[in-house]
Protein backbone atom coordinates (compact mmCIF):
# COMPACT_ATOMS: atom_id res chain seq x y z
CA UNK A 1 0.00 0.00 0.00
CA UNK A 2 2.77 2.25 0.88
CA UNK A 3 4.01 1.87 -2.70
CA UNK A 4 0.73 2.88 -4.39
CA UNK A 5 0.33 5.59 -2.39
CA UNK A 6 4.06 7.17 -3.04
CA UNK A 7 3.16 6.45 -6.75
CA UNK A 8 -0.32 8.58 -6.36
CA UNK A 9 1.60 11.47 -4.87
CA UNK A 10 4.26 11.51 -7.47
CA UNK A 11 1.11 11.44 -10.34
CA UNK A 12 -0.71 14.14 -8.62
CA UNK A 13 2.05 16.48 -7.76
CA UNK A 14 2.91 15.78 -11.94
CA UNK A 15 -0.77 16.70 -12.51
CA UNK A 16 0.08 20.02 -10.52
CA UNK A 17 3.28 20.99 -12.49
CA UNK A 18 2.22 19.90 -15.74
CA UNK A 19 -1.28 22.57 -14.93
CA UNK A 20 1.09 25.22 -14.09
CA UNK A 21 1.09 28.77 -16.12
CA UNK A 22 -2.79 27.26 -18.28
CA UNK A 23 -3.34 31.20 -18.71
CA UNK A 24 0.56 31.70 -20.31
CA UNK A 25 -0.12 28.48 -22.61
CA UNK A 26 -3.37 29.75 -23.52
CA UNK A 27 -2.11 33.16 -24.74
CA UNK A 28 0.93 31.42 -26.57
CA UNK A 29 -1.41 28.74 -28.11
CA UNK A 30 -4.18 31.55 -29.13
CA UNK A 31 -7.18 29.37 -28.27
CA UNK A 32 -9.21 27.98 -25.32
CA UNK A 33 -9.50 24.52 -25.11
CA UNK A 34 -12.92 24.26 -23.82
CA UNK A 35 -14.98 20.54 -22.55
CA UNK A 36 -18.51 20.79 -23.11
CA UNK A 37 -21.70 18.14 -23.14
CA UNK A 38 -22.09 15.96 -26.46
CA UNK A 39 -25.29 18.02 -27.57
CA UNK A 40 -27.54 19.04 -24.77
CA UNK A 41 -29.80 22.22 -25.91
CA UNK A 42 -29.44 25.00 -24.17
CA UNK A 43 -25.92 24.24 -22.37
CA UNK A 44 -23.84 23.13 -25.64
CA UNK A 45 -24.58 21.72 -28.98
CA UNK A 46 -23.52 22.10 -32.25
CA UNK A 47 -26.24 24.16 -34.36
CA UNK A 48 -27.42 23.05 -37.81
CA UNK A 49 -24.12 25.26 -39.08
CA UNK A 50 -22.15 23.16 -36.87
CA UNK A 51 -21.58 26.13 -34.93
CA UNK A 52 -21.52 24.99 -30.34
CA UNK A 53 -24.45 27.34 -28.98
CA UNK A 54 -25.67 27.25 -25.35
CA UNK A 55 -25.09 28.58 -22.18
CA UNK A 56 -21.85 26.34 -21.44
CA UNK A 57 -20.55 26.80 -24.74
CA UNK A 58 -21.08 31.23 -24.00
CA UNK A 59 -19.11 31.08 -20.81
CA UNK A 60 -16.04 29.43 -22.42
CA UNK A 61 -16.53 32.27 -25.13
CA UNK A 62 -16.25 34.77 -22.14
CA UNK A 63 -13.03 33.28 -20.56
CA UNK A 64 -11.69 33.62 -24.37
CA UNK A 65 -12.79 36.81 -24.39
CA UNK A 66 -11.44 37.76 -21.36
CA UNK A 67 -8.10 36.28 -21.99
CA UNK A 68 -7.49 36.73 -25.57
CA UNK A 69 -9.70 39.38 -26.57
CA UNK A 70 -11.65 37.59 -28.63
CA UNK A 71 -14.90 34.97 -27.80
CA UNK A 72 -14.33 32.98 -30.78
CA UNK A 73 -10.64 31.16 -30.30
CA UNK A 74 -12.00 28.09 -28.62
CA UNK A 75 -11.45 24.64 -29.32
CA UNK A 76 -14.82 23.14 -28.34
CA UNK A 77 -13.91 19.12 -27.24
CA UNK A 78 -17.68 17.41 -26.94
CA UNK A 79 -17.35 14.93 -23.69
CA UNK A 80 -19.61 11.78 -22.40
CA UNK A 81 -20.40 12.48 -18.47
CA UNK A 82 -17.78 9.30 -18.40
CA UNK A 83 -15.17 11.22 -20.68
CA UNK A 84 -15.20 14.76 -19.32
CA UNK A 85 -12.95 14.76 -15.54
CA UNK A 86 -10.41 12.37 -17.48
CA UNK A 87 -10.04 14.87 -20.11
CA UNK A 88 -9.64 17.85 -17.80
CA UNK A 89 -6.63 15.94 -15.77
CA UNK A 90 -4.99 14.62 -18.68
CA UNK A 91 -4.89 18.39 -20.26
CA UNK A 92 -7.43 17.76 -22.69
CA UNK A 93 -8.80 20.43 -21.76
CA UNK A 94 -8.34 23.64 -19.99
CA UNK A 95 -11.90 24.21 -18.63
CA UNK A 96 -14.47 22.09 -18.10
CA UNK A 97 -18.26 23.74 -18.89
CA UNK A 98 -20.61 20.98 -19.17
CA UNK A 99 -23.57 20.82 -16.68
CA UNK A 100 -21.07 19.55 -14.16
CA UNK A 101 -22.43 19.61 -10.36
CA UNK A 102 -20.27 20.25 -7.53
CA UNK A 103 -19.54 17.66 -5.03
CA UNK A 104 -17.91 17.28 -2.23
CA UNK A 105 -15.98 13.85 -3.34
CA UNK A 106 -15.56 15.43 -6.57
CA UNK A 107 -14.02 18.29 -5.44
CA UNK A 108 -11.53 16.17 -3.30
CA UNK A 109 -10.54 13.31 -5.37
CA UNK A 110 -10.26 14.31 -8.99
CA UNK A 111 -7.68 16.40 -8.99
CA UNK A 112 -10.01 19.48 -9.69
CA UNK A 113 -10.97 22.57 -8.54
CA UNK A 114 -14.86 24.21 -9.32
CA UNK A 115 -14.45 28.50 -10.03
CA UNK A 116 -18.34 28.53 -9.30
CA UNK A 117 -21.62 28.16 -9.62
CA UNK A 118 -23.09 29.18 -12.85
CA UNK A 119 -26.56 27.62 -13.01
CA UNK A 120 -28.34 26.17 -9.61
CA UNK A 121 -30.53 23.02 -10.88
CA UNK A 122 -31.75 20.05 -9.49
CA UNK A 123 -32.93 15.96 -10.52
CA UNK A 124 -36.43 15.23 -11.38
CA UNK A 125 -38.45 12.36 -13.63
CA UNK A 126 -39.64 12.90 -17.46
CA UNK A 127 -42.54 10.18 -17.84
CA UNK A 128 -44.99 9.78 -20.57
CA UNK A 129 -48.47 10.76 -20.29
CA UNK A 130 -49.92 7.60 -20.89
CA UNK A 131 -48.38 6.14 -17.92
CA UNK A 132 -51.13 8.64 -15.96
CA UNK A 133 -48.53 9.08 -13.13
CA UNK A 134 -48.75 12.31 -11.25
CA UNK A 135 -45.96 11.76 -8.55
CA UNK A 136 -42.13 9.89 -8.89
CA UNK A 137 -43.60 7.85 -5.84
CA UNK A 138 -45.56 6.36 -7.92
CA UNK A 139 -42.96 5.00 -9.73
CA UNK A 140 -43.00 1.75 -7.30
CA UNK A 141 -40.85 -0.86 -9.42
CA UNK A 142 -40.69 0.88 -12.88
CA UNK A 143 -37.44 1.06 -14.65
CA UNK A 144 -35.66 4.12 -15.35
CA UNK A 145 -33.07 4.75 -17.61
CA UNK A 146 -30.28 6.62 -16.50
CA UNK A 147 -26.39 7.12 -17.19
CA UNK A 148 -23.73 6.04 -15.37
CA UNK A 149 -20.62 8.38 -13.71
CA UNK A 150 -23.25 10.83 -12.69
CA UNK A 151 -24.74 12.25 -9.70
CA UNK A 152 -28.03 10.95 -11.02
CA UNK A 153 -27.24 7.66 -10.79
CA UNK A 154 -26.21 7.62 -7.10
CA UNK A 155 -29.63 10.01 -6.66
CA UNK A 156 -31.69 7.61 -8.45
CA UNK A 157 -30.65 4.55 -5.86
CA UNK A 158 -30.94 6.99 -2.50
CA UNK A 159 -34.38 8.18 -3.46
CA UNK A 160 -35.53 4.61 -4.44
CA UNK A 161 -34.53 3.15 -0.92
CA UNK A 162 -35.33 6.02 0.92
CA UNK A 163 -38.61 5.74 -0.36
CA UNK A 164 -39.08 2.14 -0.44
CA UNK A 165 -39.36 2.20 -4.46
CA UNK A 166 -37.59 -0.36 -5.90
CA UNK A 167 -36.96 1.14 -9.03
CA UNK A 168 -35.02 -0.93 -11.85
CA UNK A 169 -32.15 1.50 -13.54
CA UNK A 170 -31.09 0.82 -17.13
CA UNK A 171 -28.42 2.38 -17.04
CA UNK A 172 -26.87 3.50 -20.52
CA UNK A 173 -23.65 5.88 -21.38
CA UNK A 174 -23.81 7.43 -24.63
CA UNK A 175 -26.44 10.56 -24.44
CA UNK A 176 -28.19 9.70 -27.70
CA UNK A 177 -28.93 5.89 -27.07
CA UNK A 178 -29.93 7.01 -24.01
CA UNK A 179 -33.22 9.23 -24.83
CA UNK A 180 -33.67 6.84 -27.89
CA UNK A 181 -34.16 3.99 -25.41
CA UNK A 182 -36.43 6.18 -22.96
CA UNK A 183 -38.78 7.20 -26.19
CA UNK A 184 -38.75 3.94 -27.74
CA UNK A 185 -40.10 2.64 -24.33
CA UNK A 186 -37.08 0.62 -22.94
CA UNK A 187 -38.09 2.59 -19.49
CA UNK A 188 -41.07 3.95 -17.44
CA UNK A 189 -39.53 7.09 -16.78
CA UNK A 190 -36.01 8.76 -17.83
CA UNK A 191 -33.99 10.87 -15.02
CA UNK A 192 -31.25 13.25 -15.13
CA UNK A 193 -31.55 17.41 -14.39
CA UNK A 194 -34.88 19.21 -14.82
CA UNK A 195 -32.97 21.41 -17.20
CA UNK A 196 -31.67 18.22 -19.19
CA UNK A 197 -35.62 16.74 -19.23
CA UNK A 198 -36.77 19.75 -20.11
CA UNK A 199 -34.16 20.23 -23.18
CA UNK A 200 -35.07 16.46 -23.98
CA UNK A 201 -38.46 17.31 -23.89
CA UNK A 202 -38.45 20.10 -26.27
CA UNK A 203 -35.88 19.11 -28.88
CA UNK A 204 -36.15 15.35 -28.88
CA UNK A 205 -39.74 13.87 -27.92
CA UNK A 206 -41.64 12.72 -30.91
CA UNK A 207 -44.39 15.02 -29.03
CA UNK A 208 -43.11 16.97 -26.71
CA UNK A 209 -46.71 17.25 -25.17
CA UNK A 210 -46.93 13.71 -24.23
CA UNK A 211 -44.24 14.07 -22.00
CA UNK A 212 -44.46 14.88 -18.49
CA UNK A 213 -42.16 16.62 -15.67
CA UNK A 214 -43.20 15.40 -12.48
CA UNK A 215 -43.04 17.89 -9.50
CA UNK A 216 -40.56 16.50 -7.34
CA UNK A 217 -36.97 17.42 -7.61
CA UNK A 218 -34.85 14.64 -5.67
CA UNK A 219 -31.59 16.70 -5.51
CA UNK A 220 -29.27 19.72 -5.19
CA UNK A 221 -27.30 19.87 -8.57
CA UNK A 222 -25.07 23.42 -8.55
CA UNK A 223 -23.54 23.12 -11.98
CA UNK A 224 -20.35 25.14 -12.51
CA UNK A 225 -17.12 24.95 -14.53
CA UNK A 226 -14.06 23.45 -13.06
CA UNK A 227 -10.49 23.68 -13.87
CA UNK A 228 -7.45 21.57 -12.55
CA UNK A 229 -5.84 21.99 -9.25
CA UNK A 230 -2.58 23.13 -8.91
CA UNK A 231 -2.58 26.41 -11.01
CA UNK A 232 -4.37 29.08 -8.47
CA UNK A 233 -4.02 31.82 -11.50
CA UNK A 234 -5.63 30.23 -13.91
CA UNK A 235 -8.63 29.01 -11.49
CA UNK A 236 -8.81 32.86 -10.60
CA UNK A 237 -9.07 33.85 -14.02
CA UNK A 238 -11.99 31.03 -14.73
CA UNK A 239 -13.51 31.97 -11.74
CA UNK A 240 -13.75 36.18 -11.72
CA UNK A 241 -14.66 35.94 -15.62
CA UNK A 242 -17.74 34.47 -14.10
CA UNK A 243 -18.30 36.87 -11.53
CA UNK A 244 -17.67 39.67 -13.91
CA UNK A 245 -20.88 38.45 -15.76
CA UNK A 246 -22.87 38.35 -12.48
CA UNK A 247 -21.78 41.77 -11.81
CA UNK A 248 -22.32 43.03 -15.21
CA UNK A 249 -25.95 41.96 -14.66
CA UNK A 250 -26.36 43.69 -11.42
CA UNK A 251 -24.94 47.19 -12.97
CA UNK A 252 -27.02 46.96 -15.54
CA UNK A 253 -24.28 46.72 -17.92
CA UNK A 254 -25.22 44.07 -21.09
CA UNK A 255 -23.54 44.22 -24.80
CA UNK A 256 -25.19 46.49 -26.15
CA UNK A 257 -24.22 49.45 -23.17
CA UNK A 258 -21.20 48.53 -21.79
CA UNK A 259 -18.86 50.39 -24.42
CA UNK A 260 -20.54 53.32 -23.60
CA UNK A 261 -20.76 52.98 -20.16
CA UNK A 262 -17.03 52.51 -19.50
CA UNK A 263 -16.64 56.14 -19.82
CA UNK A 264 -20.25 57.20 -18.87
CA UNK A 265 -20.92 55.92 -15.71
CA UNK A 266 -20.36 57.17 -11.90
CA UNK A 267 -19.97 53.90 -10.04
CA UNK A 268 -17.03 53.05 -8.90
CA UNK A 269 -18.03 49.50 -8.80
CA UNK A 270 -18.49 49.77 -12.65
CA UNK A 271 -15.23 51.41 -13.50
CA UNK A 272 -13.44 49.01 -11.62
CA UNK A 273 -15.16 46.48 -12.97
CA UNK A 274 -14.12 47.74 -16.82
CA UNK A 275 -10.80 48.81 -16.38
CA UNK A 276 -11.69 52.66 -16.58
CA UNK A 277 -10.10 52.50 -13.08
CA UNK A 278 -6.78 50.03 -13.45
CA UNK A 279 -5.82 47.65 -11.17
CA UNK A 280 -8.26 44.38 -11.70
CA UNK A 281 -7.05 43.42 -15.11
CA UNK A 282 -3.18 43.35 -13.69
CA UNK A 283 -4.51 41.21 -10.73
CA UNK A 284 -5.90 38.35 -12.86
CA UNK A 285 -2.41 38.79 -15.45
CA UNK A 286 -5.00 40.08 -17.99
CA UNK A 287 -6.00 43.12 -19.97
CA UNK A 288 -7.73 45.61 -17.86
CA UNK A 289 -10.19 45.39 -20.59
CA UNK A 290 -10.81 41.82 -19.43
CA UNK A 291 -14.55 41.85 -18.21
CA UNK A 292 -15.31 44.75 -20.90
CA UNK A 293 -14.45 42.41 -23.94
CA UNK A 294 -16.42 39.56 -22.36
CA UNK A 295 -19.22 40.91 -21.93
CA UNK A 296 -19.44 43.31 -24.94
CA UNK A 297 -18.76 39.80 -26.96
CA UNK A 298 -21.15 37.61 -24.90
CA UNK A 299 -23.19 39.71 -22.51
CA UNK A 300 -24.20 39.69 -18.94
CA UNK A 301 -24.95 36.48 -17.10
CA UNK A 302 -28.77 37.23 -17.60
CA UNK A 303 -28.80 37.81 -21.16
CA UNK A 304 -26.69 34.63 -21.26
CA UNK A 305 -29.44 32.59 -19.46
CA UNK A 306 -32.26 33.98 -21.29
CA UNK A 307 -31.25 33.41 -24.98
CA UNK A 308 -29.92 29.78 -23.80
CA UNK A 309 -32.36 28.28 -21.44
CA UNK A 310 -35.19 31.00 -20.89
CA UNK A 311 -38.50 32.30 -21.40
CA UNK A 312 -37.41 32.90 -25.22
CA UNK A 313 -35.85 29.88 -25.81
CA UNK A 314 -37.51 26.04 -26.52
CA UNK A 315 -36.80 25.47 -23.05
CA UNK A 316 -38.12 28.05 -21.54
CA UNK A 317 -37.35 27.92 -18.36
CA UNK A 318 -38.08 30.65 -15.06
CA UNK A 319 -35.04 32.22 -13.76
CA UNK A 320 -35.72 30.55 -10.06
CA UNK A 321 -32.97 29.83 -7.86
CA UNK A 322 -30.72 31.63 -11.17
CA UNK A 323 -32.48 35.05 -10.87
CA UNK A 324 -29.99 37.48 -8.96
CA UNK A 325 -30.55 37.86 -4.95
CA UNK A 326 -31.87 41.09 -5.35
CA UNK A 327 -35.02 39.45 -7.14
CA UNK A 328 -34.99 36.84 -4.77
CA UNK A 329 -32.90 34.13 -6.62
CA UNK A 330 -29.12 32.58 -5.38
CA UNK A 331 -27.19 34.10 -8.19
CA UNK A 332 -24.40 36.70 -6.24
CA UNK A 333 -21.59 38.35 -7.43
CA UNK A 334 -18.40 38.36 -5.36
CA UNK A 335 -17.11 42.38 -4.81
CA UNK A 336 -14.90 42.60 -7.73
CA UNK A 337 -12.51 45.28 -6.15
Given at each position: ???????????????????????????????????????????????????????????????????????????????????????????????????????????????????????????????????????????????????????????????????????????????????????????????????????????????????????????????????????????????????????????????????????????????RLLGTTAGMGQALGLS????????????????????????????????????????GGLIYALP??
Amino acid sequence: MRFVSTHLVLAAALVASASAGTLDTIKQRGQLACGVNVGLAGFSIADSQGKWVGLDVDFCRAVAAAVLGDGTKVKFTPLSAQQRFTALQSGEVDVLSRNTTWTLTRDTSLGLDFAGIDFYDGQGFLVPKKLGVKSAKDLKGATVCVQPGTTTELNLADYSRANGLALKPVVIEKFEEFTKAYFAGRCDAMTTDVSALASIRATLAPAAGEQVLLPETISKEPFGPAVRQGDPQWADVVRWVLQALIEAEEQGLTAANVVEQSTASPSPNVKRLLGTTAGMGQALGLSEKWALEAIRQVGNYGEIFERNVGKGSPLGLDRGPNQLWTKGGLIYALPIR
